[in-house]
């Protein structure tokens, strides 16, 4: 398998712009956790989906922030309008209730710059 | 409020030495404590998981413990090698939700 892919892998914007970020997990993961990472804070949770549900959104900093998991094998994490303190990494990772129920397959991240 | 804390300080030893890890929970009672790597530009990736029955647990070179008395997990790398040095992150597991420490970064001199 490829892992978790992720895209862009760097995506540089000005304020007040929508970004997308896009997430395509391990196939037959049923998890999908969207953190994102800061020297500041770390690695932070943002929304976590089950079955293409989402479970838990209270990491979500507010409304600018929306994802989405429409199948199975693709999810969105959107900004809208973004800020330059939005600025950080964006991972994407899946799990399953498999072999390794608690393993959790990070994806390379998406390096976001708003300027 | 719910802290995960580890030594934010980076940790540089010999090589060939054992490297300790430290992680300190607060107002947690985790069923299950995990170690992650992360190296620079990459996502984390999961090294082990300890339940809170288990005292400790190893991997090849690598040794957790998990005291839910004192509520901390140490993390041991034996024999260190130069290609150990990256960041080491704790994560506490509540159901499905895994929330993360600052890591704490591992520097492996030749």
């Known amino acids: 398998d490829a892992g978790v892919i992720q895209s862009p892998r760097h995506e540089v914007t000005e304020m007040g712009q929508e970004v997308t970020l896009r997430c395509k997990p391990i196939?037959?993961?049923?998890?999908l956790f969207w953190y994102r990472q800061t020297m500041m804070r770390g690695l932070e949770l943002l929304i976590y989906?089950?079955?293409?549900?989402?479970?838990?959104d209270s990491g979500m900093p507010e409304d600018r922030f929306s994802a989405k998991m429409p199948n199975a094998s693709f999810s969105t994490l959107k900004i809208q309008p973004s800020e330059p303190r939005d600025s950080a990494v964006y991972f994407c990772?899946?799990?399953?209730?498999?072999?390794?129920?608690?393993?959790?397959?990070f994806g390379p991240g998406t390096r976001l710059t708003v300027t | 409020s719910q802290k995960i804390e580890q030594n934010s300080e980076a940790l540089n030893i010999q090589e060939g030495k054992t490297a300790t890890l430290t992680c300190n929970y607060t107002?947690?009672?985790?069923?299950?404590l995990q170690w992650y790597r992360q190296d620079p530009g990459r996502g984390p990736v999961f090294l082990l998981l300890?339940?809170?029955?288990?005292k400790e647990k190893r991997k090849e070179r690598l040794k957790v413990t998990f005291d839910t008395t004192l509520k901390q997990s140490l993390f041991h790398i034996t024999a260190s090698q130069p290609a150990d040095s990256a960041t080491y992150l704790c994560?506490?597991?509540?159901?499905?939700?895994?929330?993360f420490g600052t890591g704490t970064k591992l520097q492996v001199i030749p």
């Open positions: 990772a899946s799990s399953t209730h498999g072999a390794s129920p608690y393993e959790q397959y």
């Open positions: 196939s037959g993961h049923d998890y």
């Open positions: 989906f089950n079955n293409n549900v989402p479970i838990d």
């Open positions: 107002n947690y009672s985790p069923a299950y």
């Open positions: 300890i339940r809170e029955n288990e």
């Open positions: 994560a506490i597991r509540g159901y499905q939700k895994v929330t």
